[in-house]
């Protein structure tokens, strides 16, 4: 008994002009999927945890430090010799024993030839002037209403007067200031400069 031949169809191919089309599709899906995961990544709150390419390319705002208002620390006192400390404690008492009370006894330095204290008393304030350890003299025969040391080198020593004008208050001088440099030439004190009358330096009334 003969068989007759079994004939095979061929398999269709696909024609070699569509692959470049299907390759093309392909690539162009990938890359929505990719625009889309990251649009998705951008608009992930925040309290989820996960941080955005995006926002993690921005640097976090540093925190700025808070300005604090630091007082103006005082003057620092002079280291001195057993014998300078002798010396400033002498002219402190001199000023008790007229009547007065030094207002700061750093003003006083031992290190200049010239050395100022300003001392408090029951009519006002009144500078002291002393050479080494010596007293030479007052700045005035009067007392002050107010008054202050600004500066001082190694023979010269400026105060600084605060003047009332007509009808001030005794809280309130308007008359302004005026600076005196008083000067020591090895012999005698002597003012560079007029200091102000008593009637201007003095409380009114």
């Known amino acids: ?18 692959w470049p089309v299907r390759v093309a599709g392909l690539l162009a899906t990938l890359g929505l999927l990719g625009v889309g995961g990251l649009m998705a990544w951008m608009v992930i709150p925040a309290s989820s945890g996960l941080r955005s390419p995006a926002a993690a390319a921005v640097p976090a705002a540093s925190a700025q430090p808070k300005e604090v208002d630091a007082a103006k620390p005082e003057p620092a006192e002079p280291v001195l010799t057993r014998v300078q400390r002798r010396e400033r404690a002498a002219a ?4 008790r024993d007229q009547g007065y009370r030094p207002v700061r006894l750093t003003a006083y330095d ?45 023979r010269t020593a400026t105060l600084d007067y605060r003047l009332f004008a007509d009808g001030d208050q005794s809280c309130c001088p308007t008359g302004g200031t005026v600076r005196v440099r008083f000067r020591w030439d090895g012999k005698a004190l002597a003012p560079d400069d007029v200091i102000p009358p008593a009637a201007s330096r003095l409380t009114p009334g």
């Not at 402190?92 to 000023?95: D, E, G």
């Not at 050479?131 to 600004?150: N, P, W, Y």
């Open 1 to 18: 008994m003969s068989t007759a031949p079994v004939h095979r169809l061929p398999t269709p191919r696909m024609p070699r002009h569509r």
């Open 92 to 95: 402190a008492t001199l000023l």
């Open 110 to 154: 031992p290190e200049h030839v010239l050395r100022v204290l300003i001392g408090r008393g029951d009519g006002g304030q009144r500078a002291f002037f002393f050479v080494g350890g010596r007293f030479i003299g007052h700045d005035a025969v009067t007392d002050s209403a107010r008054m202050k040391l600004v500066r001082s080198s190694e």
